[in-house]
């Protein structure tokens, strides 16, 4: 027969397994209640060279006037590489400007470490640049495809992430469209489309009838108004030539 004392000390290395078993369950269970993960995502990116907040605020409602309703809460990357060092105590009345226009901005490039640091307290993320050896675009024919065989109604957003976007049908008015690819639209284009959003400049936009309210790659980005009448209601494509958004007619 076990001694008392034994039996209290195997009841003791019980009472320990019991609590390791409920210990490694919750932390499965912490484990399984988030992920954690890395990949591309659909910011507008927000290239900003004047830091005058009252020039800033009347250019950017400027832009924002034809396309608020698609821009309104959405997350903004900031360029600020264009700033001078001495711009940084200007950063939190910037910030001021963008979110009363109904952006949101949620992380930032900078030149300078006085503006790194400015827009960090200001509690923007850090952007960090690429790698050299993963700057590689893929051209639209070599990238995996979504595609949509339905049309794309008012009030739905469809994204395309690492992927190419091909719409078989006509796209409302109130739709969007985003890809990190390039975007093709079989009929006609009259909600937003936004190509390359993680930043690929070599990404394009096709339509057989363009009639957008805004179009976007890789950041820069066209209201209707700023759309050249010759290329409205019209088969055309966009891409970035020599840093600027161009039409062009299907190949």
């Not at 800033?56 to 990357?77: C, I, M, N, Q």
Request: with cysteine; aromatic share 6%; net charge neutral.
């Amino acid at each position: 027969m076990a001694s008392p004392g034994y039996a209290k000390n195997l009841g003791s290395a019980g009472r320990r397994q019991a609590c390791m078993r409920h210990d490694n369950t919750r932390a499965a269970a912490a484990q399984a209640s988030l992920r954690l993960r890395g990949r591309s995502h659909p910011f507008l990116t927000l290239e900003v060279a004047e830091m005058d907040p009252a020039t800033f605020e009347e250019a950017l409602a400027a832009k924002l006037s034809s396309t608020a309703s698609f821009f309104r809460h959405a997350p903004v990357l900031l360029d600020l590489t264009a700033l001078p060092a001495g711009a940084a105590p200007e950063i939190p009345r910037l910030l001021a400007v963008i979110r009363r226009l109904g952006l949101v901005p949620a992380a930032f490039r900078a030149r300078w470490p006085e503006i790194d640091r400015a827009a960090l307290a200001a509690g923007l993320g850090r952007m960090l640049e690429p790698e050299a050896s993963q700057d590689v675009a893929l051209p639209c024919d070599r990238r995996p495809t979504v595609i949509v065989s339905e049309p794309v109604r008012s009030g739905q957003r469809i994204y395309a992430a690492e992927a190419d976007l091909v719409v078989l049908h006509s796209v409302s008015p109130g739709a969007q469209l985003l890809a990190d690819g390039c975007i093709h639209v079989y009929g006609a284009l009259r909600g937003s489309a936004s190509a390359g959003v993680g930043d690929d400049p070599h990404a394009r936009v096709f339509a057989k009838i363009m009639d957008p309210e805004m179009l976007s790659i890789a950041g820069l980005w066209l209201g209707a108004e700023e759309i050249p009448a010759e290329w409205v209601r019209r088969p055309a494509q966009l891409r970035i030539a020599d840093g600027w958004l161009r039409f062009a007619p299907l190949p």
